[in-house]
């Protein structure tokens, strides 16, 4: 069992780390990205895993014939990713950007905290999966219990999505997180508690790993492992990992997305792949949670606007048709499960025009929601404003990057976040359920969904600590 439940997981982290590899840009090279590599490709290797699990379900009836496709799959991409790295080593590796030469001690520093982090993080995961083996609310009444359809219900899955089920299973909710764990659990041949457990592991840790691998890539390692313990020390991220919701996952593919664009910022070559791979990771999002939808929306607008205003309309129109490609299939499989399986929305379906006008007239709901999202966020870390007041501080000790900064990836990053936020107070300040319970019981999920993306574009403006160690 536990050498089968290990199969299970491996196969698709192992599938997205080698597609990855077989398109990652020969001007970065693989082995100084390797780390980011292996945790990006965790997540879209699950990812995929789902949609593909999910089409075999719907157009074979069967997970037996996409068990098939996945191994033949895996062959392909292992025979391509050997292949690039036999060429990678006749050519000799190349150095990728953002790695400072000095104060190399400030690493060696820092690598003890990150370690401590990851381990706190790991006992506190630990502590609560023991605790809540089945997860929080959510996880037993959406989450799990779809999962549970999926994997039971052989003709009859499609009862998972009936309106009998009530407005509190959110039925239209997409797959990403049943759809993984149905696949595991089909692979093993039983319903063992560990592979939800598992799923929310894998992220939560691949999640610290992305934004640590994408800054030691990017800037320096004392940047990476930095930023690395700040999101470690996130008690929200830890718990909600561990309550099996599939709020960490869309964090994970919402900071994917922005991390591939970074990435295509910094080669001359090879950049369109990592544009692709930004709206694929994207799709991944929306096939994770409706919130992931609007992400798409706003990263689509942010990055059109942005790319206008700094290259022009036509590149622009050039850029969203590159993205496009990586986004177009996701966004055809969430169409085809919004209109040929799932319900209509509940919240959707429960506004009325005059009552969206008279909650967005009405000054004190608008308070109550910016209020709300500003102590959610000061509270993320476990301490009041305790994460906030230390990035402050370390601005004003480093203080900001004054060159080298990729602006329309950062630009994209900072209006994506802040329409994001915007549709989120929208939401909040028109919604029909009692605005105190909703805010109360989702708000702080919501604030974790832009968390990790934001560190990483603020750790991308601030210096290096190697280059301000240097200057003193």
Wanted: hydrophobic letters at 55%; proline letters at 5%.
């Amino acid at each position: 069992m536990t050498a089968t439940l290990a199969i299970a997981f491996i196969i698709p982290v192992i599938g997205g780390s080698l597609l990855l590899c077989v398109f990652w840009p020969r001007e970065r090279g693989l082995r100084g990205d390797l780390p980011l590599i292996l945790a990006l490709g965790a997540g879209l290797g699950l990812g995929l895993s789902s949609a593909g699990f999910f089409i075999g379900l719907v157009g074979f009836g069967s997970s037996k014939a996409f068990f098939a496709l996945e191994a033949m799959g895996l062959a392909v991409l292992l025979g391509l990713a050997l292949r690039r790295v036999r060429s990678e080593a006749l050519t000799g590796p190349r150095r990728p950007v953002g790695h400072p030469t000095g104060a190399p001690f400030v690493s060696w520093l820092l690598a003890p905290a990150f370690a401590g982090s990851l381990i706190a993080a790991l006992v506190r995961f630990g502590y609560r999966s023991a605790t809540y083996p089945h997860g929080a609310w959510d996880a037993t009444t959406i989450w799990n219990l779809r999962a549970r359809f999926l994997f039971r219900g052989a003709d009859h899955w499609r009862d998972a999505f009936s309106n009998l089920l009530g407005t509190w299973a959110h039925a239209d909710y997409p797959l990403l997180v049943p759809g993984a764990v149905a696949r595991a659990w089909s692979f093993i041949g039983s319903e063992p508690q560990a592979v939800p457990i598992l799923l929310g592991l894998v992220f939560t840790l691949a999640t610290a790993l992305l934004l640590w691998g994408a800054l030691t890539s990017l800037r320096s390692r004392g940047q990476g492992l930095l930023a690395g313990v700040v999101l470690l020390c996130c008690n929200s991220l830890v718990y909600q990992g561990a309550n099996q919701y599939a709020d960490v996952p869309l964090a994970f593919f919402m900071l994917g997305s922005f991390v591939a664009l970074a990435l295509a910022d910094t080669v001359k070559e090879g950049g369109d792949g990592l544009v692709v791979l930004a709206g694929l990771t994207a799709g991944l999002a929306a096939w994770t949670k409706n919130e992931g939808l609007l992400f798409v929306l706003a990263l689509f607008v942010a990055r059109l606007l942005v790319i206008a205003r700094l290259r022009g309309g036509r590149q622009a129109l050039r850029c969203q048709g590159v993205m496009v490609l990586g986004l177009a299939p996701m966004l055809l499989l969430i169409c085809a499960f919004k209109w040929g399986i799932a319900p209509a929305n509940d919240l959707l379906a429960s506004l009325q025009p005059t009552d969206i006008l008279d909650r967005l007239t009405n000054p004190w709901r608008l308070w109550f929601v910016l209020h709300s999202f500003g102590e959610r966020f000061l509270a993320l870390s476990g301490w009041l404003a305790a994460a906030p007041l230390a990035l402050a501080l370390y601005l004003l000790v480093v203080g900001w990057r004054k060159e080298g900064v990729e602006r329309e990836s950062l630009g994209t990053m900072l209006v994506t976040l802040g329409l994001v936020l915007a549709a989120y107070i929208f939401v909040y300040v028109v919604t029909p359920y009692d605005l105190a319970w909703h805010v109360a019981t989702s708000m702080h999920r919501l604030a974790l969904h832009c968390w990790p993306s934001l560190l990483f574009a603020y750790f991308l403006i601030v210096r290096n600590p190697e280059a301000a160690v240097t200057e003193l």
